[in-house]
Structures are given as structure tokens and as C-alpha cells.
């Protein structure tokens, strides 16, 4: 299984099932026991409680939810066992991998289980992309790389065919060619919404407004970069930083089809990566700064560098709380 493919799995559905594991008097659970305990009233609280940032979702009949709770407890239950944190042998249930470290269901909190599922999908990237998180991987790259990345994907058709918006289908056309069955990471709407939906619980996008979607993986970076000492650091050292931390980004093992490009000493970061370190100073979690002219990165926002800005060093502030809101 894939995790774009159904489109009936939710992070927040996944966490649902693992608290009900964790708060199982047994090891195991039979599945069709551990379904019932979260669907239909539990999977209706968990999409009423990420419907404001999904407009599929809220735009959604109240009875569809709840009678669409199963079939969302049996994709997400698949698709926690494609992410190796539930193992099924015959019919019971048991909880697997790094997920076995909590003891309690208040464990599972919201933030704990966005950490998880971003740590499990990165490392699963490293040893082998194509164990169900392929295509999400290769469309979140498709995101970052694109140009003009405050300029929101906000329909999956064709600018033509929607006669509105800016189109993922469009970008998927431009760099892997028309043909989609076997060659686009998103070959339809149907896993357009998931994509939405999974990028920005990672943290590796951004929603702007209801449908729109935006390169930003500030909020991965904080999750994932290593504690470091607070102070001064080179920018391609940063940057090597943040591509091991989160390899979609460049430089990073898992981004692939994007060759830098270099203006004199300075490489031209890619759209995801400008905004992500835009918006980590925007936090206060770092200062970005121009100290020389060689060894330099370019920030770049419009693709003619109307909005270009060098840096050569980045002050790591290591704030924990953000001065503004999003």
C-alpha cells in the first residue's frame, strides 16, 4: 500500500489506532475489535479536529463521516503496517517499531505522533523509497523544486481545463512528461488530497487558504536538525545540515532531478529551501547574514531574481518559542 493511494488514510486517524493499542489491556487486538474502537465516534472527532486545515474534509456530509469511519480506520491500520509501527499476524494486531516506545495513550499526542511518522518516513526514504512512500517523496521533491514557491498549487487539473488556480498536474507534465500512469507520483486528484494533507502534518509544506499548498519545511527542520551549539555557521554547512536532517531538500539523498544552479560563486537554492530558511528566520531561529562574497547561497523567490538575497553565514539562535504566528 501506498501512503497517497487510498486516499482514506489519515495521520490523525493513525494516531486514534495506536492510542487505542496503547490503552489495550492485551498486546494484541483482534482487527476487527481494534476497528470498532475507533470508528465510527472516533475517527469523526479526529477528522472534525483537522477539518479546519482540510477542505475536503469540512466541506464533507456529517453522515459520510460517520459512516465512512471504518473504511478510514482499515486504510490508516494498513497504512500504519506499511510504515512498519503495527505488525498483523493472521487477524491480531500488535504495535511495532519505534511506536512501542510509548507505555500510554497520552503518549500519542499530536505533536509526538507528526514527530514519529516524519522520522519513520524519512528513514524509510533513506533504505528504500519504494516501500510505499515513494510517490509521496518524489512529490514533495516535485514541490520544492518548482519556481515561484510562494506561488500556492491550489488545483490538481490542468490551468486550462480549471480555468483557475495554479496546477500540480501541470508541474508533474512539465519535468516527467505526459504521460501519468506509471510516471506521475500524482496521477489524479484522488492523491492530490492525501498529498496535501500528508506534506502539511509533516511539516514539509505549508497549506495557504483551503486547497493551496506552499514548499516550507521550516517546521521538519525544527524536528529534525540536530542540537547544535548556538553561534555562527557557514551557509553550505548549514545547508549540508538541513539536506541530512531532511533529505528532500538540497543536497539530500532522497532529492533527485534537481541540478543547483551556480551564478558565479554562489549556487541558486531551490524555491523550498529559500522559503524554509526565510521562515526559520522569520521564527527566530536563525539570523541569515552576507559577510563576503565568496562561499555564498542565493535565496531565490522570483525566477528573475528580482528577489534574490545572498547569504554566506547563518547564526544558529536556537529559539524554542516563535516571536510571530503563521
Known amino acids: 500500500m501506498a501512503l497517497l ?31 470498532s474502537l475507533v470508528a465510527p465516534l472516533g475517527l469523526t472527532e479526529a477528522m472534525n479536529s483537522i477539518a479546519v486545515g482540510d477542505a475536503d474534509l469540512s466541506a464533507a456530509d456529517p453522515d459520510d463521516l460517520r459512516t465512512g469511519g471504518s473504511i478510514i480506520a482499515e486504510a490508516s491500520l494498513d497504512g500504519l503496517r506499511t510504515l512498519g509501527l503495527v505488525e498483523q499476524n493472521g487477524s ?29 518516513v524519512i528513514q524509510m526514504g533513506a533504505s528504500d523509497v519504494s516501500r510505499g512512500i515513494g510517490d509521496l517523496v518524489q512529490a514533495l521533491v516535485l514541490l520544492h523544486t518548482a519556481e515561484q514557491p510562494l506561488r500556492p498549487f491550489d488545483t490538481f487539473e490542468s490551468a486550462a481545463n480549471a480555468g483557475r488556480g495554479r496546477s500540480f498536474a501541470s508541474r508533474q507534465a512539465e519535468v516527467l512528461g505526459e504521460e501519468r500512469i506509471g510516471n506521475w507520483p500524482v496521477p489524479n486528484r484522488q492523491q492530490w488530497l492525501p498529498l496535501r494533507r500528508w506534506a502539511s502534518y509533516l511539516g514539509l509544506a505549508r497549506p495557504v487558504g483551503s486547497t493551496g499548498l506552499i514548499p516550507d519545511a521550516s517546521e521538519a527542520l ?63 531561529f536563525v539570523k541569515l547574514d552576507q559577510r563576503s562574497d565568496a562561499s555564498g547561497r542565493t535565496l531565490r523567490l522570483r525566477p528573475d531574481g528580482t528577489a534574490d538575497r545572498i547569504v554566506t553565514t547563518v547564526i544558529w539562535q536556537q529559539t524554542p518559542v516563535r516571536r510571530g504566528g503563521r
Open 222 to 284: 525544527i524536528r529534525r536538525l540536530p542540537a547544535m551549539t548556538p553561534g555562527d555557521y557557514a551557509v553550505r554547512d548549514f545547508i549540508a545540515r538541513c539536506a541530512s536532517a531532511v533529505p528532500i531538500l538540497d543536497g539530500g539523498e532522497l532529492q533527485s532531478g534537481h541540478d543547483p544552479l551556480h551564478e558565479g560563486d554562489h549556487a541558486v537554492l531551490s524555491g523550498g529551501l529559500s522559503v524554509s530558511l526565510l521562515q526559520l528566520e522569520a521564527d527566530g
Open 92 to 120: 491480531r494486531v500488535k504495535l511495532a517499531g519505534a511506536v512501542t516506545r510509548w507505555k500510554a495513550p497520552s503518549d500519542a499526542t499530536p505533536d509526538s505522533m507528526c514527530r514519529l511518522l516524519l522520522d519513520t
Open 5 to 35: 493511494n487510498p486516499p482514506d488514510i489519515l495521520p490523525e486517524a493513525m494516531r486514534f489506532l495506536v492510542r487505542a493499542l496503547l490503552g489495550a489491556r492485551e498486546a494484541e487486538l483482534e482487527r476487527t475489535e481494534l476497528i
